[in-house]
């Protein structure tokens, strides 16, 4: 078992930062790799990034490249996501995931085992 909590979320102007941080427990954290994924109001849940197990390798979404930041502290057992020149479409609730098995390539939430419980971002124009 793996339990997830997000934390870090709020209003912001665009154009503006947030950190969003993700503290993992249970399983080994070194032991996973970690997701966020976002959701709009009315819209599917959708990939944002994804980090390795050490850190090395990150993957973001084009809608986020360049913008955000994913990384891992694994003596903290916390991911973070550092989110710079936000937009008003950046506007979800933020998950951090974690599958049981990582597949290559597979960014899909149906592919994710364990989530955290959200934590709402709002860019205001």
């Known amino acids: 078992q793996v339990h997830l909590v997000e934390s870090g979320g709020g209003l912001v102007q665009a154009g503006g930062s947030l950190r969003l941080s993700c503290a993992a427990s249970?399983?080994?954290?070194?032991?996973?790799?970690m997701y966020w994924f976002r959701q709009a109001p009315g819209k599917e849940r959708e990939f944002v990034a994804r980090i390795s197990w050490g850190g090395s390798s990150t993957y973001y979404s084009d809608s986020v490249k360049g913008r955000f930041t994913i990384s891992r502290d694994n003596a903290k057992n916390t991911v973070y996501l550092q989110m710079n020149s936000l937009k008003p479409e950046d506007t979800a609730v933020y998950y951090c995931?974690?599958?049981?098995?990582?597949?290559?390539?597979?960014?899909?939430?149906?592919?994710?085992?364990?989530w955290g419980q959200g934590t709402q971002v709002t860019v205001s124009s």
């Open positions: 249970g399983r080994p954290f070194k032991s996973y790799v």
């Open positions: 995931a974690v599958p049981e098995q990582y597949i290559t390539g597979s960014y899909s939430p149906g592919s994710m085992n364990y």
